[in-house]
């Protein structure tokens, strides 16, 4: 098994407001550094780590990493929870700036087209991303476990989902149906994540979007349609504004591939230019990119070993188990049982549909940890360790204690030491997780490489803008043309 993580994460002032300074400068090109960038917002951190054969190996690079940051960006905090803190109006949130090349004007426009079509506030939203492949895996291989990952990722949603509240202003002029806990917060008493529920990455626009998983061929075709047909309410918004800014890239349902919103995707390495959907279908499924991980803001650097290794134990029996198809009826069940998760996953009784039928969540999930305990088992025997079964076990008695679980952990928290606040909560985690890394401060030559690669990258984007010869509204429309979709 190989590993990768993806850390988002926003830069906050020391009294836990959005910074609103341009990336620093001494942490390299946002749009070239190999790991460190931002993901919508300027003031939006993303680390990302190297592949790893081992979990200690690719925690350390990220704790690394996150050390690094925090010593460039002073006296700022690295948010630590997945929901944001206070935020200013929309229109204060500063999207990303990649610099003058078309390929880094297309990506602040992609983000433009996010804010018209979304808002701002909701791509503040932060997680983790764990990019997983094993050796001889093949695309059918990689389906199967996408299919199994979805019917049953209300597992991880309880065992890891952590964002159970969110400040008043989040979710104001919107049908939220939360609870008040203190005089700025709002909750639902059993939500494990709200960041994966209706108020989280959804979009009624997709929700249309029926993809399935039972081959590539059907996958990408269904991308495929969303990315190059004209979609009514994006192309009434237009894609110049009077004055010739760009409003979005394009008017169809998805205007790139990442825009569609999963809880799992296939993933396969671009090359320069190439199109993800294009990657896909020619050379098939690479790894899978989890992306329904909540950071965990208790943990140093949001995710830890044991939740790694409960990770990899899930996706090995994701992809062994028997697999059926699915059906636009199943992919239906699956979203309202997230959602139902999302929200009232620990809710005593709760009951999810499984093939047409009400079954208890604790039954349920029970069933899964029994089939995966052997192959947890069968990883020790491997590596000559205990540790997988040890994470798994725990994560099983996690679920029949919900009151264990950190969504339960962090509501306690915030009732117990912080008013009922969930931005004090997220604040004084933030507050923790830097002094914990700033207490062990970068070596000489750790300070030099980390400058190195800050050049390197400016360097680099320099490069790519002084190369550019097309003007980018034709850029823009070679970018998204069908034919760069198809092999």
């Given at each position: ?5 993806e ?42 780590t ?36 206070h ?25 433009n087209?996010l ?6 506030r ?8 764990y ?57 639902l ?46 192309a ?14 394009g ?47 208790e ?30 009826k ?68 996690d ?89």
């Amino acid at each position: 098994m190989r590993r990768g993580i993806e850390k988002e994460g926003l830069r906050v002032l020391p009294d836990g407001t959005l910074a609103h300074d341009a990336h620093p400068r001494a942490l390299g090109s946002a749009l070239t550094h190999p790991h460190i960038t931002t993901d919508f917002s300027e003031s939006q951190l993303e680390l990302v780590t190297g592949v790893h054969a081992g979990i200690d190996d690719c925690l350390r690079e990220l704790t690394d990493v996150h050390r690094e940051v925090l010593q460039a960006i002073g006296e700022q905090r690295m948010w630590a929870s997945s929901m944001p803190g206070h935020l200013p109006p929309d229109g204060d949130i500063p999207i990303g700036n990649y610099g003058t090349s078309n390929v880094g004007q297309a990506k602040r426009v992609y983000r433009n087209g996010l804010v018209h079509r979304y808002g701002a506030r909701m791509q503040t939203i932060s997680g983790i991303h764990y990019n997983w492949s094993i050796g001889g895996a093949t695309t059918e291989d990689y389906f199967a476990l996408i299919r199994n990952f979805r019917r049953h990722v209300f597992v991880l949603l309880m065992l890891f989902g952590a964002s159970p509240a969110v400040t008043k202003g989040f979710v104001a002029g919107l049908d939220h149906g939360l609870r008040p806990l203190g005089e700025g917060t709002l909750h639902l008493t059993h939500a494990t994540s709200l960041r994966m529920g209706r108020l989280g990455y959804q979009s009624d626009a997709q929700s249309a979007l029926c993809v399935s998983y039972n081959h590539l061929e059907g996958y990408a075709s269904s991308l495929h349609g969303a990315l190059v047909g004209s979609h009514p309410p994006y192309a009434a918004m237009g894609i110049q504004a009077p004055d010739g800014s760009y409003r979005q890239l394009g008017t169809s349902l998805l205007q790139i591939e990442n825009e569609f919103y999963s809880p799992i995707r296939p993933k396969r390495v671009t090359e320069p230019g190439e199109r993800p959907l294009h990657a896909l279908r020619e050379r098939g499924v690479e790894y899978v990119e989890v992306r329904c991980m909540d950071l965990q803001p208790e943990l140093t650097v949001g995710i830890d070993e044991h939740t790694l290794r409960v990770l990899d134990v899930f996706l090995l029996w994701a992809m062994t188990s028997d697999s059926p198809p699915d059906s636009p009826k199943e992919i239906r069940e699956l979203g309202e049982n997230q959602r139902l998760v999302a929200a009232r996953g620990r809710e005593p009784g709760l009951k999810l549909r499984r093939a047409g039928e009400d079954v208890l969540l604790a039954d349920w999930a029970a069933d899964v940890m029994a089939q995966g305990l052997p192959l947890a088992r069968h990883l020790d025997e491997v590596h000559g360790t205990q540790t997988f079964t040890q994470a798994w076990s725990k994560a099983t008695q996690d679920l029949q204690h919900t009151d264990h679980l950190p969504s339960a952990r962090a509501l306690q928290a915030m009732q117990c030491l912080h008013a009922g606040e969930h931005a004090a909560f997220g604040l004084a985690a933030s507050d923790h997780v830097r002094q914990a890394l700033l207490a062990q401060p970068l070596s000489a030559a750790e300070r030099e490489a980390a400058l190195l690669h800050a050049n390197r990258s400016w360097q680099a984007q320099a490069e790519i803008e002084a190369s550019d010869r097309l003007a980018f509204e034709a850029y823009r429309q070679q970018f998204l043309d069908p034919a760069r979709l198809v092999v």
